[in-house]
């Protein structure tokens, strides 16, 4: 079958088989690699992308039910060399150990800004429930959200 996507701001077509992931479609198909592969059984969220604006774990969704989406992944965040928000706020407070949760960490917290706004602590705790690092540095990956979720909040 062939998908129609819109992926980081460009029109692509690719021919997938029914079965193929989004994940897959990503990285294979697309060389799109910053979304990683962690559990693949929708547990650790390290392959979370945003498919038309929402967060969603690119490894529990098939390439087809993303056709005429809009994809956005890591690599389509930055703009004109300057780092988003979120990303520069990872930077800024060390969110980030052996690297392989944060390009899911980060898309998690920029839908959370869309949905909760410039969130506290305790609610970015709640929300990255469904994200897991294996390095456990919640601490500062928390506090990087939150400071990003006030950067883009306030930026809006
Ligand atoms: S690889 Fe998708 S949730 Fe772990
Ligand atoms: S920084 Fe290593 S898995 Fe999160």
Redesign the pocket.
């Known amino acids: 079958m062939t998908v129609a996507l819109r992926v980081n701001g460009e029109d692509v077509r690719i021919d997938v088989t029914d079965r193929t992931l989004l994940?897959h479609a990503l990285r294979d198909h697309l060389r799109l690699t910053g979304a990683?592969?962690?559990?693949?059984?929708?547990?650790?969220?390290?392959?979370?992308v945003l498919v038309d604006g929402v967060a969603v774990?690119?490894?529990?969704m098939l390439a087809g039910q993303a056709d005429g989406c809009e994809v956005v992944t890591i690599e389509g965040l930055a703009r004109d060399g300057a780092l988003h928000p979120m990303q520069a706020a990872f930077a800024e407070h060390h969110g980030l150990q052996c690297g392989f949760c944060t390009p899911g960490m980060i898309m998690l917290g920029i839908d959370l800004v869309r949905r909760r706004g410039a969130a506290d602590e305790a609610t970015v705790r709640s929300e990255l429930a469904g994200n897991l690092c294996r390095c456990t540095g919640y601490q500062n990956i928390v506090k990087a959200i939150a400071a990003g979720a006030r950067d883009m909040a306030g930026a809006a």
């Open positions: 994940i990683h592969m962690g559990c693949d059984t929708s547990q650790c969220g390290a392959c979370t774990k690119s490894c529990a």
